[in-house]
């Protein structure tokens, strides 16, 4: 079942999509021109390769997961997942969906990023590619360290980019991620955890990075609770919490995003 944040969540989208007359609109996997001029929303699996990413380090190399691809008249959004979409749906459709499962939920939260996108709400929705995740990497230590110091922080999802450079500042760190493959890592001495301990380890530290797949996987909200529990800072990074991160005010870190 939705959580009560999905809930708030799907109150403003509907709300939105009501005030801009887009309840008919509708969603379809077909990669049509049809489908882009009439209004609908688009969905694609963008391949690894057009990231070029600097390593095969990152989930999306991998194939772990993959980049699904929302476009709604022109303004596209990006989010992680591993159950990409497939098939049609009309926008009223989506705002019905029970969210209970991975693919229900990229398919909402990606078309509220596209929405969002297309009325201006939100920018920076497509992921970054190159050798930007390292120069992301490289700012984000700025700006942990000039907006709260070297306190000890949480890195929530193995980005390999953002722990090696936060390892290489920070007193503490803490890395987790739910990838079987990752936990063991050690990352300049910071070993990556296993991610059942997030909630144990935010009593630890000040600052908590989270990644916005955890919107789609649905570990978001315990970790959003337990941060304003605590008095924890709480970021999320990247692309997929767009939307969601906007509508409950939860600050986001997105550098190189377009």
């Not at 489908?35 to 057009?50: C, H, L, M, Q, Y």
């Not at 049609?88 to 969906?97: F, G, I, P, T």
């Not at 803490?174 to 059942?196: A, P, Q, S, W």
């Amino acid at each position: 079942m939705s959580s009560e944040y999905d809930e708030i969540i799907r109150r403003y989208f509907k709300d939105i999509v009501s005030r801009s007359g887009l309840s008919s609109e509708y969603v379809t996997a077909t990669s049509s021109d049809a489908a882009a001029t009439s209004g609908g929303i688009d969905f694609k699996v963008v391949p690894p390769e057009w990231f070029k990413l600097p390593s095969s380090e990152y989930a999306i190399a991998r194939g772990k997961e993959v980049i699904m691809e929302c476009t709604f008249r022109g303004a596209r959004a990006h989010v992680f997942t591993s159950s990409p979409f497939r098939g049609s749906l009309k926008l009223s459709e989506v705002l019905k969906l029970r969210l209970e499962s991975i693919a229900e939920r990229a398919v909402f939260y990606g078309s509220l990023n596209a929405v969002m996108r297309y009325l201006g709400l939100i920018d920076k929705t497509i992921h970054c590619r190159r050798n930007e995740p390292i120069k992301c990497a490289e700012e984000l230590v700025k700006v942990v360290l000039s907006e709260y110091g070297n306190v000890p922080t949480l890195l929530i999802g193995y980005q390999p980019a953002m722990a090696k450079a936060l390892a290489g500042e920070l007193r503490k760190l803490y890395v987790t991620d739910m990838n079987l493959e990752n936990i063991g890592k050690e990352v300049r001495g910071v070993k990556v955890l296993d991610h059942t301990r997030n909630l144990e380890l935010m009593e630890e530290v000040e600052l908590v990075l989270a990644t916005g797949s955890s919107v789609i996987n649905s570990t978001l909200w315990a970790i959003y609770d337990r941060a304003r529990e605590l008095g924890r800072e709480l970021v999320v990074y990247g692309v997929s919490a767009a939307g969601a991160a906007k509508v409950l005010g939860i600050k986001r870190y997105c550098m190189y995003g377009n």
